[in-house]
């Protein structure tokens, strides 16, 4: 027998003679003949028997006998064989009538092992594709929280972006107020990290230049440029933030992206988290960047939105946002300059990122994970340098300034007339310089706001409700004399060959 015989008889579990079992199991059923019952309805006459022996049919009014017989011959003829009712006691399944067919040449041998092997594989590459499926959610599961709608680090930002291609390190930084916040290259760091010597400490990105700015509520913003190739070890990031009460104040309003869904957005508005509404004002210091940005928990890109305000009160419109399959690829970034710089000759802006220089304002695309040098230069303004970094925004939009630099200085004292206890400061768009009586201030040239408060026995300051405004000019002495009545102030101010009351 062949080795499928063998098989086969394993499987059917016999340990005898199968040859001799199976003629035994055919001479004990060649009489037995294998009848149907079709029921009362339908009439014996119809119902046809054939034997097997003899070849020869029995009953049936359609068709004769010898019409049948000759259409079963031409089925044999042309190889089709009869079924063998008289065998048909075995079971279908059954090994034993498997191989006496098979024996009998009535059957021809199935490679089951190939059918199984078959199965075998379908089962073992479901349960691959089940055991892949579960392991992605999981990692899904397990980064969720962690990584945000672009693939970078946590979802609230400032935390390092994954897999985007720029590196990051821990730089130590401490200062005065501690409590603050950071946006660093333009993202807001709303987490602060302790090292071993229990300071602060901020990630910056490598080999690059940062630009990091701390905000607290009631002091001025202090700006920190980090060189690449700083040494922190002999000069960690330190700053001391000045009080803003002698400063100018902006009201700012901020408009959110006309039909926005702000039920699961969050804007950020100098590195702090606020609720997100159609239309909300925040007080800012007048000539510092204020860092407006939209997160949307939605299908939409974040926006970043850096303005500096100028005027006691301001509007920004923020624009639609992108979508979230754009924001993906791609950071829209526009800048825009005062339309008389444009004018200026000069006037001069350069943007620098994915290895070019444009230099003109504007907006164009760029690559996602990408750091954005911005520098402008004007004739009678400070050079301004700001770091963005694209990779958590889907737009970005610069509206630039410049502070105003001074070409020439002026002296300031006081009369011995002058009201005791009492301090003049010269304010204006970033600036705020105060006189006081018992010594001399050099104060720049140009056009200030002037305001006076008087130092109370406990050290507070109480505000006169007035101000006026002065152009100082450059290389002149003035001696002011302040008056006060109602809590309004007054002053008489004199240079050389010329006296003025005020």
């Not at 359609?62 to 079971?91: C, F, M, W, Y």
């Not at 009080?243 to 926005?260: E, F, H, M, V, W």
């Amino acid at each position: 027998m062949s080795l499928e015989t063998d098989k086969k008889l394993e499987q059917a579990g016999n340990a005898v003679d199968i040859r001799a079992l199976a003629d035994y199991e055919y001479d004990i059923n060649k009489n037995d003949t294998d009848t149907i019952d079709f029921g009362s309805e339908i009439d014996a006459s119809e119902v046809i028997s054939f034997d097997s022996k003899t070849g020869e049919t029995h009953g049936g009014s359609n068709e004769s006998e010898q019409e049948l017989a000759k259409k079963i011959q031409e089925s044999t003829d042309t190889g089709l064989k009869p079924v063998r009712h008289q065998e048909s006691t075995l079971l279908v399944d059954s090994p034993l009538l498997e191989l006496k067919e098979e024996m009998a040449g009535e059957r021809v041998a199935s490679d089951k092992s190939s059918h199984h092997y078959l199965v075998f594989f379908m089962i073992f590459a479901g349960l691959l594709v089940l055991v892949v499926a579960i392991a992605i959610s999981l990692q899904v599961a397990e980064t969720d929280g962690d990584y945000d709608k672009y693939g970078n680090g946590s979802a609230l930002p400032g935390v390092s972006p994954r897999g985007d291609g720029l590196t990051y390190h821990m730089a130590p930084i401490s200062g005065e107020p501690r409590a603050g916040d950071y946006v660093i290259n333009g993202v807001a760091l709303n987490a602060q990290f302790p090292n071993p010597e229990d300071r602060l400490g901020v990630q910056l990105v490598d080999e690059v230049k940062n630009t990091l700015i701390v905000y607290a509520d009631g002091y001025v913003p202090y700006t920190i440029s980090v060189e690449p190739d700083r040494d922190f070890v002999d000069s960690p990031l330190s700053y001391l933030l000045e009080s803003s009460d002698t400063y100018q104040k902006s009201n700012l309003t901020i408009r959110a992206p006309k039909g926005a869904d702000l039920s699961k957005s969050v804007l950020y508005v100098n590195g702090k988290s606020l609720i997100a509404k159609p239309e909300q004002t925040v007080e800012v210091v007048s000539g510092f960047p204020v860092f407006i940005q939209l997160s949307d928990r939605n299908d939409k890109g974040d926006h970043l939105h850096v303005v500096w305000p100028t005027r006691s009160s301001e509007t920004v419109q923020l624009p639609e946002l992108e979508s979230i399959d754009s924001a993906r690829r791609v950071t829209v970034f526009k800048i825009s300059v005062p339309k008389d710089y444009t004018r200026d000759e000069s006037f001069q802006l350069l943007v620098t990122a994915e290895g070019t220089t444009t230099t003109v304002a504007g907006t164009r695309r760029l690559a996602k994970n990408e750091m954005i040098e911005i520098k402008m230069n004007k004739n009678g303004r400070y050079p301004f340098e700001m770091m963005i970094n694209s990779t958590p925004f889907g737009s970005i939009t610069i509206d630039g300034y410049m502070q105003l630099s001074s070409r020439g200085i002026a002296k300031v004292r006081f009369g011995k007339k002058s009201l005791p206890n009492t301090t003049l400061c010269f304010r204006r768009s970033s600036e705020s310089i105060c006189a006081h009586p018992d010594q001399e201030t050099i104060v720049p040239s140009g056009r200030w706001e002037l305001v006076a408060y008087e130092t109370n026995p406990d050290g507070s300051k109480s505000w006169f409700t007035n101000s006026t405004y002065e152009t100082i000019s450059e290389d002149v002495d003035y001696v002011f004399t302040l008056k006060s009545k109602e809590k309004i102030f007054s002053y008489e101010m004199a240079k050389p060959g010329r006296e003025r009351s005020r």
